[in-house]
């Protein structure tokens, strides 16, 4: 329920590793032609790809590691008193159909 990714966000991880890839590709190639200097900046420019592209993959983990936490509580709560759930789900629901009702 809570590992659905949007399309966006996939594009945006594939991007960051495909950019990824291609510099320490470049990096790679660099190594028999290129001077010192520039080795070091293609190696330094890798590095903080890769500091990057981590940090987003460890910031998504972080978010869907809560949101799994709130519905794992959530879960026990409605497991745990059902009559309150279905109290908190009568008066949500009334409230939107009021917010609703008072549009037309």
């Known amino acids: 329920m809570f590992n659905r990714t949007t399309k966006n966000d996939d594009a945006d991880i594939n991007q960051d590793v495909s ?61 745990d008193k059902p009559w309150h759930g279905v109290g908190i789900g009568t008066a949500v629901g009334i409230v939107i159909g009021a917010l609703l009702a008072s549009r037309r």
């Open 19 to 79: 950019l990824l890839a291609d510099t320490l590709d470049d990096l790679l190639k660099s190594y028999g032609s290129k001077t010192k200097e520039e080795i070091d900046s293609a190696r330094g420019k890798a590095e903080s790809l890769l500091k990057e592209t981590r940090a987003k993959l460890n910031g998504r983990n972080r978010v869907t590691q809560a949101a799994k936490d709130a519905g794992e509580h959530v879960d026990n709560y409605v497991h």
